[in-house]
């Protein structure tokens, strides 16, 4: 079955901890993208990938780093330098970016703070 | 749970009533626009898409309308069924603006009554 998978499902952090986020698609999307999800607000870009080796800054790029070395993994790390880091993360990819298709979500994985 | 439908519009219809959801977008250039549904705990589930060409396009049990004259999107729900209690959100393209990527809305919390 194709589909995004991210992990793990939720995830806790030590203060100064670096974590990373796992994301998997075997859809065989050229282009992949990481939502951060607040309570009562819209999701918020932090970094998108059109394609392997390329990755750009969302709306809300500081404290967060991405690679995206394989057509199908864009693991997002949430540095020490991201001070409110408690969120729900989503992970998401389409056939291309500028094309008008829809991006397929994974079921995202909640960070908490310790 | 998820936390997601915190402080978000809600709308309350009785199983098997037609529910619709309405969204205001941002701009008169967005080209895309598409419907999702949140369940709780999970990622976004696409629902039906639609571009600017069109007006109105319909699927299994859903119909999307698109006003560009007032920059106005609903989703319309036929027989509403408990399953379909979730959060809804649209999401628009902008090809000039936003580097092009998706722009999400805060969403609208949709309760169904047995």
């Known amino acids: 079955d194709g589909g995004i998978t991210q992990s793990p499902k939720y995830l806790f952090r030590k203060e100064g901890q670096n974590v990373t986020l796992s994301c998997e698609q075997n859809?065989?999307?050229?282009?992949m993208y990481w939502y951060r999800q607040d309570p009562g607000q819209g999701l918020r870009l932090i970094y998108y990938?059109?394609?392997?080796?390329?990755?750009q800054k969302g709306d809300i790029a500081e404290g967060y780093s991405v690679s995206r070395e394989k057509k199908e993994s864009f693991p997002l790390t949430v540095t020490s330098a991201q001070k409110n880091p408690t969120a729900f993360y989503l992970c998401?990819?389409?056939?291309?970016?500028?094309?008008?298709?829809?991006?397929?979500f994974g079921d995202g994985t909640r960070l908490s703070i310790l | 749970g998820e936390s997601v439908g915190l402080h978000l519009p809600t709308l309350s219809v009785q199983e098997g009533d037609n529910s619709i959801i309405n969204c205001a977008y941002s701009n008169s250039a967005s080209d895309y626009f598409i419907w999702y549904k949140q369940e709780s705990g999970k990622g976004p589930q696409f629902i039906i898409d639609i571009r600017s060409n069109m007006d109105k396009r319909q699927g299994q049990r859903v119909t999307v309308l698109l006003n560009k004259t007032v920059k106005h999107l609903s989703l319309q729900i036929a027989a509403t069924q408990p399953g379909d209690s979730a959060v809804y959100f649209c999401?628009?393209?902008?090809?000039?603006?936003?580097?092009?990527?998706?722009?999400f809305g805060k969403g609208t919390k949709l309760s169904v009554k047995p």
């Open positions: 999401a628009e393209r902008n090809p000039g603006g936003s580097q092009g990527n998706l722009i």
């Open positions: 990938s059109q394609i392997v080796n390329d990755f």
């Open positions: 998401a990819s389409s056939i291309e970016r500028r094309r008008n298709q829809p991006q397929h």
């Open positions: 859809l065989n999307h050229d282009a």
